[in-house]
């Protein structure tokens, strides 16, 4: 059964930090290559950061540099690390696992989503 839980989003001021978690399934990390997408209202999905197996990491444009994606394969769970906040950060971020190693579609299997909030 495929598992995939979301942690950590909330309420932070511009130029704060936060960091979201997605805890898998062992057969489902060991497997599949993952990833952070968001949702904003009025918007397509996108994608934030992508993590690949081997440990490649895919950044969007708009959050290189103050995003980081890492995975710990002892707790199989892949982070995100967010600084720098910005309002259009806002959006309903969701964990992805997908077989292929690419982030260019919207596939694979998602979480729940957990809403990030970036607001003074």
């Known amino acids: 059964q495929v598992q995939l839980e979301e942690s950590g989003g909330g309420l932070v001021q511009p130029g704060g930090s936060l960091r979201l978690a997605c805890a898998a399934s062992?057969?489902?990390?060991?497997?599949?290559?993952m990833g952070w997408y968001r949702q904003a209202p009025g918007k397509q999905r996108e994608l934030v950061a992508g993590?690949?197996?081997?440990?490649?990491?895919n950044y969007a444009d708009s959050v290189k540099g103050r995003f980081t994606i890492s995975r710990d394969n002892a707790k199989n769970t892949v982070y995100l690390q967010m600084n720098s906040l910005k309002p259009e950060d806002t959006a309903v971020y969701y964990c992805n696992a997908r077989i292929i190693p690419s982030f260019k579609s919207i596939t694979g299997y998602w979480g729940q989503g957990t809403q990030v909030t970036v607001s003074a």
């Open positions: 062992r057969s489902l990390f060991t497997n599949y290559h």
């Open positions: 993590i690949t197996l081997g440990g490649s990491t």
